[in-house]
């Protein structure tokens, strides 16, 4: 079985910064894409970032330029570094990773438990 464990998150000024992580455990060889979501209150769970095994990375356009994502392969952890922090991009925050090889065989599709980010003066 694949967990998730997101870290980081918490109340930060507007133009603060915040760096969150995520934690992946479990009989797991490798992790194709790892992604980072938010869910703000009242709207729906939206995109943030992802990255590829091979580094390759894509951005909502209200995060370009203020936010950088990363990870460890070794360590199957994903990064999100959020500088500039507005108070919209209050939220809860998700981990999510995709196409799991594992002992077990493949896996699809799995979530963290969700961290919370509130950007307020």
């Known amino acids: 079985q694949v967990q998730l464990v997101e870290s980081g998150g918490g109340l930060v000024q507007p133009g603060g910064s915040l760096r969150l992580s995520c934690a992946a455990s479990?009989?797991?060889?490798?992790?194709?894409?790892m992604g980072w979501y938010r869910q703000a209150p009242g709207k729906q769970r939206e995109l943030v970032a992802f990255?590829?095994?091979?580094?390759?990375?894509n951005y909502a356009d209200s995060v370009k330029g203020r936010f950088t994502i990363s990870r460890d392969n070794a360590k199957n952890t994903v990064y999100l570094q959020m500088n500039s922090l507005k108070p919209e991009d209050t939220a809860v925050y998700y981990c999510n990773a995709d196409r799991i090889r594992t002992g077990g065989g493949a896996k699809y599709d799995y979530w963290g438990q969700g961290t919370q980010v509130t950007v307020s003066s």
């Open positions: 990255i590829t095994s091979g580094g390759i990375t």
């Open positions: 479990g009989s797991i060889f490798s992790i194709n894409v």
